[in-house]
């Protein structure tokens, strides 16, 4: 099922009333400050009560370079906005107003306003923030920001909850260690080469092709390659 660009803005953020934003959303669409009614929108937009003012302003400027009359486009969606609840008030915008709301959801997103290009002369991006950049910080908490480390030095280190790490045999330190036999790569179940090189449209197909059960092969009902035979069990036997 395809999303539409409203729902896409939906979305975007867990539903919010417009009463909880802060500065209260009437007063900010009433506000002769562009910057009020911009903020608002974009809480709105984003779902995020917390977006700072000077981001804000920020991001309403490389916006207003680029569009001479973006204050009255924002004018309408501030009263498209005023008083509704988040999800509503979005399904109720105009094209045009969808169009500009997406426009402004952007920045606040990917942290830049343009379209960056490996073409110089053809690159319109500009910087609009990096810590704020809400496709980063909405997952903050398990992801860590780019550049940012999730701890102090050798924080990497520690195994995560939930995975047993065993110890490396001893000689894994050592330039000469080699892994043993058991770790040779085995050749890969045909059907599942089949649909890897594009031959099949799956590996069912592949197998039904080279007259084999839909269940069978050695690539096992998943349709991946052998799994290499390196268990515990497998190396003690040998």
């Not at 402004?104 to 830049?112: M, R, S």
């Not at 799956?202 to 690539?219: L, T």
Request: glycine share 8%; aromatic share 8%; charged share 25%.
């Amino acid at each position: 099922m395809s999303l539409d660009r409203r729902h896409f803005l939906i979305a975007l953020a867990s539903t919010v009333p417009l009463a909880s934003l802060t500065p209260g959303f009437a007063r900010a669409a009433d506000s002769a400050t562009p910057s009020d009614a911009f903020l608002s929108v974009s809480r709105a937009i984003c779902g995020n009560d917390s977006l700072s003012k000077e981001t804000a302003a920020r991001i309403e400027k490389l916006l207003s370079e680029d569009d001479a009359g973006f204050a009255g486009k924002l004018d309408g969606l501030a009263k498209a906005f005023d008083g509704k609840d988040r999800a509503a008030a979005i399904e109720s915008l105009s094209d045009d107003q969808t169009t500009l709301a997406l426009s402004i959801a952007k920045p606040w997103y990917l942290g830049f306003t343009g379209s960056p290009s490996a073409r110089i002369l053809k690159d319109d991006a500009e910087f609009a923030t990096f810590l704020e950049a809400q496709a980063l910080t909405k997952v903050s908490d398990i992801v860590p920001l780019q550049t940012y480390p999730s701890g102090g030095a050798g924080w990497w280190e520690a195994v995560p909850d939930g995975v047993d790490a065993s110890d490396l045999p001893k000689e894994a330190t050592s330039w000469e260690y080699q892994p043993k036999s058991s770790y040779e790569l085995q050749d890969p179940d045909p059907a599942w080469l089949t649909y890897a090189k594009g031959e099949a449209d799956s590996v069912d197909a592949a197998r039904k092709a080279q007259g084999s059960d839909s269940g069978g092969g050695s690539g096992g009902a998943s349709g991946s390659p052998n799994p290499a035979s390196n268990s515990d069990s497998q190396q003690e036997a040998q």
